[in-house]
């Protein structure tokens, strides 16, 4: 059974940072892409952040360019989104996800999320 298991958020002042981890199990991780997505209430989900099987290919929301840094540990089976500077509108559920390209990933495998709030 295929399984993403977020890690690493919390609460958070503004101007900190989180490193969250995506635990991957039951499909072979280094033939994925994985992709970072985030969910904020009353907002539609949107994607932060994508990396390629061999980490060459990296995505980033625009917003969060320069602040954010996706990676993978293809020998751990998973995958890490390290924030900084951190805003109050990066407060959400973010999740990982797993799917062959980047992109909405809806047919892909998903985690169940780990929520991340920052203070002013």
């Known amino acids: 059974e295929a399984q993403l298991v977020e890690s690493g958020g919390g609460l958070v002042q503004a101007g900190g940072s989180l490193r969250l981890s995506c635990a991957v199990s039951?499909?072979?991780?280094?033939?994925?892409?994985i992709g970072w997505f985030r969910q904020a209430p009353g907002k539609e989900r949107e994607g932060v952040s994508c990396i390629g099987r061999r980490y060459i290919n990296t995505y980033y929301l625009e917003s969060v360019k320069g602040r954010f840094t996706v990676s993978r540990d293809n020998a751990k089976n998973t995958a890490y989104l390290q924030m900084t500077s951190l805003k109050p509108e990066d407060t959400a559920v973010y999740y990982c996800a797993a799917d062959s390209q980047c992109g909405s990933m809806q047919n892909g495998y998903w985690g169940q999320g780990t929520q991340v709030t920052v203070s002013p």
């Open positions: 039951g499909f072979t991780f280094v033939d994925y892409t």
